[in-house]
T-cell receptor, first 112, second 110 residues
Framework: EPEVTQTPSHQVTQMGQEVILRCVPI?????FYWYRQILGQKVEFLVS????????KSEIFDDQFSVERPDGSNFTLKIRSTKLEDSAMYFC??????????FGPGTRLTVT | QKEVEQNSGPLSVPEGAIASLNCTYS??????FFWYRQYSGKSPELIMS????GDKEDGRFTAQLNKASQYVSLLIRDSQPSDSATYLC??????????FGAGTRLAVHP
């Protein structure tokens, strides 16, 4: 069964460093998303991406964040200068059109 | 502010019983609703999607949607210890983004 994959599973970085989180969505899906979940809190929407451009983004997704689909399979989230409060689980998801979203296993980001 | 509200639980049911999980939402424009299961430290796993008023059944799971009351529910029949997890209700909140509730923790005891 096709699934969303994410790498790395755990990333530790120092405050102020840049990180890139990688995702491979399900191959026939057209919409891609990033969500995050701070420990003990709700899953929060960050950004949606369709047809090679951002379709919607949340208030969390400020200028420090960017997304890219560098080739036909990968979808990346970049955080330019990490802060302590960026520590969270980051989930990539994908969907066919406006239907159910399937989540990857997540990347745990720890900012020290 | 679009919100999805869930009782945080824990909801404790004996093995074999029916577990009933509820969710309300504030955005009348939401058209699609989803139930995800999340085990501790893992990612959300899609269980059910529901798009129109009424009931939708899939195996031991039944989702119910009442758009007039802005209410979504999930019934789990013949609950098993492996069903013990946090159940997340999510509604469509715009251009394909999902708005999640805080989740209800379900504990099924033998």
């Amino acid at each position: 069964e096709p699934e969303v994959t994410q790498t790395p599973s755990h990333q530790v970085t120092q405050m102020g460093q840049e990180v890139i989180l990688r995702c491979v969505p399900i191959s026939n899906h057209l919409y891609f998303y990033w969500y995050r979940q701070i420990l003990g809190q709700k899953v929060e929407f960050l950004v949606s991406f369709y047809n090679n451009e951002i379709s919607e983004k949340s208030e969390i997704f400020d200028d420090q964040f960017s997304v890219e689909r560098p080739d036909g399979s990968n979808f990346t989230l970049k955080i330019r200068s990490t802060k302590l409060e960026d520590s969270a689980m980051y989930f990539c998801a994908s969907s066919v059109l406006d239907r159910a979203q399937y989540f990857g296993p997540g990347t745990r980001l720890t900012v020290t | 502010q679009k919100e999805v509200e869930q009782n945080s639980g824990p909801l404790s049911v004996p093995e074999g019983a029916i577990a009933s999980l509820n969710c309300t939402y504030s955005d009348r424009g939401s058209q699609s609703f989803f139930w995800y299961r999340q085990y501790s430290g893992k990612s959300p796993e899609l269980i059910m999607s529901i798009y129109s008023n009424g009931d939708k059944e899939d195996g031991r799971f039944t989702a119910q949607l009442n758009k007039a009351s802005q209410y979504v529910s999930l019934l789990i029949r013949d609950s098993q210890p492996s069903d013990s997890a946090t159940y997340l209700c999510a509604g469509s909140g715009g251009y394909n983004k999902l708005i999640f509730g805080a989740g209800t923790r379900l504990a099924v005891h033998p």
